[in-house]
């Protein structure tokens, strides 16, 4: 028996298997031909999970965590998220990719005062006419056609444009197109929750946390 502690959660998360070799390389998932009774859930893979000479786990793999588990030790999964939770870990509440009404939004990367988030609305998505306390936000079009809102100017968007949304002001972004909608925004600031969202209006009745 082998144990590997991964290296993205050095304090927590110990799996115990027998003899497990991953790698991320650029394809599909892939289980050798050696492995057997193996349950591997691709939620979304980025890249490939490669497993060569493992038997019964469960493997799951997300954008942001990868869950390596003895089929036996299923029930255990649950302990395990306690322990991510009381270590701080972001991973155990917060996915990388969050699904909204108006479609979804990647966050893509973080540090100390910046954000990177990919977001795709969906044609006839509308985002709240919100504001935010302690961040600037940077868009960048890369596909489709954006109708954005800032304070009282109203302006169309293609791709290759970019607008700049001040702390503070009030804005919103639409999509009046056919296809979806992609654009970058980078956020700059002291605090980038999802709490500073300030909706002032909203076609989605949705409350302040949702």
Same mark, same amino acid.
């Given at each position: 028996?082998?144990?590997?502690?991964?290296? /993205?959660?050095?304090?927590? $998360?110990?799996?115990? *298997?027998?003899?497990?070799? @991953?790698? #991320?390389?650029?394809?599909?998932? &892939? !289980?050798?031909?050696?492995? /057997?009774?193996?349950?591997? $859930?691709?939620?979304? *893979?980025?890249?490939?999970? @490669?497993? #060569?000479?493992?038997?019964?786990? &469960? !493997?799951?793999?997300?954008?942001?965590?990868?869950?390596?588990?003895?089929?036996?030790?299923?029930?255990?999964?649950?302990? #395990?998220?306690?322990?991510?939770?009381?270590?701080?870990?972001?991973?155990?509440?917060?996915?990388?990719?969050?699904?909204?009404?108006?479609?979804?939004?990647?966050?893509?990367?973080?540090?100390?005062?910046?954000?990177?988030?990919?977001?795709?609305?969906?044609?006839?998505?509308?985002?709240?006419?919100?504001?935010?306390?302690?961040?600037?936000?940077?868009?960048?079009?890369?596909?489709?056609?954006?109708?954005?809102?800032?304070?009282?100017?109203?302006?169309?968007?293609?791709?290759?444009?970019?607008?700049?949304?001040?702390?503070?002001?009030?804005?919103?972004?639409?999509?009046?197109?056919?296809?979806?909608?992609?654009?970058?925004?980078?956020?700059?600031?002291?605090?980038?929750?999802?709490?500073?969202?300030?909706?002032?209006?909203?076609?989605?009745?949705?409350?302040?946390?949702?």
């Amino acid at each position: 028996m082998e144990t590997l502690l991964l290296p /993205f959660s050095p304090r927590f $998360i110990v799996l115990t *298997i027998c003899a497990v070799v @991953t790698a #991320l390389l650029l394809s599909i998932g &892939i !289980v050798d031909h050696k492995a /057997f009774d193996i349950v591997l $859930i691709p939620i979304i *893979i980025f890249g490939a999970l @490669t497993l #060569l000479g493992i038997r019964d786990l &469960i !493997v799951v793999t997300t954008p942001d965590a990868v869950l390596v588990v003895p089929r036996e030790r299923a029930e255990e999964v649950k302990r #395990l998220v306690s322990l991510l939770k009381q270590a701080g870990r972001s991973e155990a509440t917060n996915h990388r990719r969050c699904h909204r009404p108006w479609g979804y939004y990647d966050a893509v990367d973080v540090g100390e005062r910046f954000q990177v988030k990919r977001l795709v609305v969906a044609p006839g998505g509308t985002l709240s006419l919100q504001k935010h306390l302690h961040r600037s936000e940077h868009w960048v079009v890369v596909h489709g056609t954006a109708e954005v809102t800032i304070g009282e100017m109203k302006k169309i968007m293609h791709e290759n444009e970019s607008a700049y949304i001040p702390m503070g002001a009030v804005h919103r972004l639409s999509n009046p197109g056919k296809i979806a909608l992609e654009l970058i925004e980078v956020q700059t600031g002291s605090y980038f929750g999802e709490d500073d969202i300030i909706r002032l209006d909203d076609v989605y009745r949705r409350g302040p946390a949702e």
